[in-house]
């Protein structure tokens, strides 16, 4: 069956710049996860969603990153006013309830120059 | 310090040598272990999960200490495809808002060469 799918798998912006990154997970899949790993590092938590809310939020950097998910599917991660220390692999996954294994998307490359 | 730290590597070995990664991490209250696999440019792939007991994956072996908040991975009779990052992994899989996030170890390189 379809993995978790990423949008786009690369993306260079300027500094300042405002960006978006999609992430579609399994279907059925209710609890989805953001993460960001930069070169040499292993995954960073960002984000978990439960549904269509956002149950911990506690990994994002600052104000200028945030996370939507209105329907419970599909999650948008949004950056404002990009930094070149932004630039990272944003990863995506999911899991299905009452299940541990989380699935992850290939990954969006950000670029910020 | 940390939350959860590998072995710096890298590790460069021939086929069939038997290889072992060690983690440790710092919350004692965690719950969940996993070594997850990462190849190059590609998104990490759950390997196998760790219990208490240790358990093995063919010529896979992960043992977890949680007294001493400590696990491994032994790697028997190395293919030149198990060429990856390797990454410890724990959750607090306790339930409550944090239910599921995954702490990653660092990551260590593993090359197996002919």
């Known amino acids: 069956g379809a993995g978790v799918s990423q949008t786009p798998s690369n993306k260079v912006t300027e500094k300042g710049k405002y960006v978006e990154l999609r992430c579609d997970p399994i279907?059925?899949?209710?609890?989805l996860y953001w993460y960001r790993q930069s070169l040499g590092q292993g995954p960073e938590f960002l984000i978990y969603f439960q549904g269509t809310g956002a149950a911990d939020d506690s990994g994002l950097p600052n104000d200028r990153f945030f996370a939507v998910r209105p329907e419970g599917s599909v999650s948008t991660l949004k950056i404002q006013r990009t930094e070149r220390g932004d630039s990272a692999v944003y990863l995506c996954a999911s899991r299905l309830a009452g299940q541990e294994t989380q699935y992850f998307g290939p990954g969006t490359r950000l670029l910020v120059l | 310090r940390k939350e959860v730290e590998q072995d710096p590597g890298p590790f460069n070995v021939p086929e069939g040598a038997t290889v072992a990664f060690n983690c440790t991490y710092s919350?004692?209250?965690?719950?969940?272990f996993f070594w997850y696999r990462q190849d190059c440019r590609k998104e990490p792939k759950l390997l196998m999960s760790v219990y208490s007991s240790g358990n093995e994956d063919g010529r896979f072996t992960a043992q977890l200490n949680r007294a001493s908040q400590y696990i491994s991975l032994l790697i028997r009779d190395s293919k030149l495809s198990d060429s990856a990052t390797y990454l410890c992994?724990?959750?607090?899989?306790?339930?409550?808002?944090?239910?599921?996030?995954?702490?990653f170890g660092q990551g260590t390189i593993l090359t197996v060469h002919p």
């Open positions: 279907s059925g899949h209710t609890a």
């Open positions: 919350n004692s209250a965690s719950q969940s």
């Open positions: 992994v724990v959750s607090l899989n306790a339930g409550g808002t944090s239910y599921g996030k995954l702490t």
